[in-house]
């Protein structure tokens, strides 16, 4: 039986480049405002980088025992996944957001039919905005049963964030 190699994340630089909103140092990441560190190839700044979220980034694709396939790789798919990102019920919940406007249709029929064998609930997003720009919210989507897609509004309403 063949060993399995370790995933890298180059090329891909899909969270750094601001498709995972998260803050480094005093700068908001989000779409169309990347990471001040990100060279589009990679980190300009990589020995400094933080522990939090850089480090402790959990991009699916690249997660030892990944459950994706090689073709996922978000740069790819156009889709970050994020494992495990909370519970409902007791049911796993994963975070799914574009690489790009919204997750391409054979990527989030992936995502879903992944859900549904695997007993799991999912959320993803798609960009707001126009011609590239995007704006810092984005609409989140539930994928599951009804009241989960009600309990993720709600939360949503409340001004929660979904996945952290």
């Known amino acids: 039986m063949a060993k399995k190699l370790a995933r890298l994340c180059q090329p891909c630089t899909a969270c750094c480049d601001g498709w995972v909103k998260m803050k480094i140092g005093s700068a908001d ?26 480090d402790h980034f959990n991009c699916a694709w690249i997660i030892k025992d990944s459950p994706l396939p ?21 049911f796993p919940v994963d975070v799914a957001v574009p690489v790009g406007k919204r997750i391409p249709p054979r990527t989030l029929k992936w995502l879903q039919t992944f859900a549904e064998k695997n007993s799991r609930l999912l959320i993803y997003t798609e960009q707001i905005g126009e011609k590239g720009q995007f704006e810092k919210q984005q609409t989140v989507i539930a994928y599951g049963t009804e009241q989960f897609q009600l309990d993720v509004q709600r939360s949503q309403q409340a001004g929660m964030n979904l996945w952290q």
């Open 29 to 54: 990441v989000y779409p169309s405002h990347p990471c001040p560190h990100s060279t589009g190839k990679g980190c300009a700044d990589y020995a400094n980088r933080p522990s939090d979220p850089c």
């Open 70 to 90: 090689d073709w996922m790789k978000p740069s790819n798919a156009k889709a970050i996944l994020m494992l495990n990102k909370r519970e409902w019920q007791g």
